[in-house]
T-cell receptor
Framework: AQKITQTQPGMFVQEKEAVTLDCTYDTSDPSYGLFWYKQPSSGEMIFLIY??????QNATEGRYSLNFQKARKSANLVISASQLGDSAMYFC????????????FGQGTRLTINP | GAGVSQTPSNKVTEKGKYVELRCDPI?????LYWYRQSLGQGPEFLIYFQGTGAADDSGLPNDRFFAVRPEGSVSTLKIQRTERGDSAVYLC????????????FGEGSRLTVL
C-alpha cells in the first residue's frame, strides 16, 4: 500500500527566506511519481512540481525545487525566496505508474509567510 | 471552460436526503477522479474513471455513494441517505492520461449535512 507522511502540521517563515516542507513516502513499487500541490484558502488545488522515480535529476519549477532522496524515500519541497502569497496548505502526493492509478495525498502542511 | 468545473459550489442538505454533485472536466481529458476532503485533512480518493467506466472505485466508503460518467465527459457523484459524516468538500480532478501527468482540480463542492 502507498502512504505519504507529512510531519509538519504548520510552518512559519519570514518573507524572502527559503523553506523546506518535508514529505516521506512508502511504497514497494519501483515506478512511481511524486507530486506537490498548493491549496490556498480559496480551496483550489494548484499543481506545483512533479518528480518521477527514475528521474536522475531533482525537479525544479521556478522558485520550487524537489529534494528527492530515493534511498531515504523522501521528497521534500523547497521554496526559495518565499513570498506572502505562498501562505497556503501544501500537500505531497504519490501515484504508482502501473496498477492502481489513484493519487494518494499526505495530511498537508500549513505554511504561513510573515512579513 | 478552461478548467475543471464543479457544481454546486455549496450544498446544504438535511440528513437522509439525496444529493448529486456534478463535475465537468477539461475537454479531452480521459481520466476523471473524485476525492473527498474533510476539514484539516488531505484529499481522500473515492473513485476514478477512464473514459466511461469506473476503473477503480475502491475509495467509495459504502453503497450510499455512487458515481457515473455516461458519455465519458461529465461525471455525477450521487450520495443517498446523506449522513452528517458525509459533510466535506468533494473535489473532482481530470488528467490527460492515466499513467502520467498532473491532475487538474476543480474548486470543489462543499457539502454540509445538517
Amino acid at each position: 500500500a502507498q502512504k505519504i507522511t507529512q510531519t509538519q502540521p504548520g510552518m512559519f517563515v519570514q518573507e524572502k527566506e527559503a523553506v523546506t516542507l518535508d514529505c516521506t513516502y512508502d511504497t514497494s513499487d519501483p515506478s512511481y511519481g511524486l507530486f506537490w500541490y498548493k491549496q490556498p484558502s480559496s480551496g483550489e488545488m494548484i499543481f506545483l512540481i512533479y518528480q518521477g522515480s527514475y528521474d536522475q535529476q531533482n525537479a525544479t519549477e521556478g522558485r520550487y525545487s524537489l529534494n528527492f532522496q530515493k534511498a531515504r524515500k523522501s521528497a521534500n519541497l523547497v521554496i526559495s525566496a518565499s513570498q506572502l502569497g505562498d501562505s497556503a496548505m501544501y500537500f505531497c502526493a504519490m501515484r504508482i505508474i502501473q496498477g492502481a492509478q489513484k493519487l494518494v495525498f499526505g495530511q498537508g502542511t500549513r505554511l504561513t509567510i510573515n512579513p | 471552460g478552461a478548467g475543471v468545473s464543479q457544481t454546486p459550489s455549496n450544498k446544504v442538505t438535511e440528513k437522509g436526503k439525496y444529493v448529486e454533485l456534478r463535475c465537468d472536466p477539461i475537454s479531452g481529458h480521459t481520466a476523471l477522479y473524485w476525492y473527498r476532503q474533510s476539514l484539516g485533512q488531505g484529499p481522500e480518493f473515492l473513485i476514478y474513471f477512464q473514459g466511461t467506466g469506473a476503473a477503480d472505485d475502491s475509495g467509495l466508503p459504502n453503497d450510499r455513494f455512487f458515481a457515473v460518467r455516461p458519455e465519458g465527459s461529465v461525471s455525477t457523484l450521487k450520495i443517498q441517505r446523506t449522513e452528517r459524516g458525509d459533510s466535506a468538500v468533494y473535489l473532482c480532478a481530470s488528467s490527460l492520461a492515466v499513467n502520467t501527468g498532473e491532475l487538474f482540480f476543480g474548486e470543489g463542492s462543499r457539502l454540509t449535512v445538517l
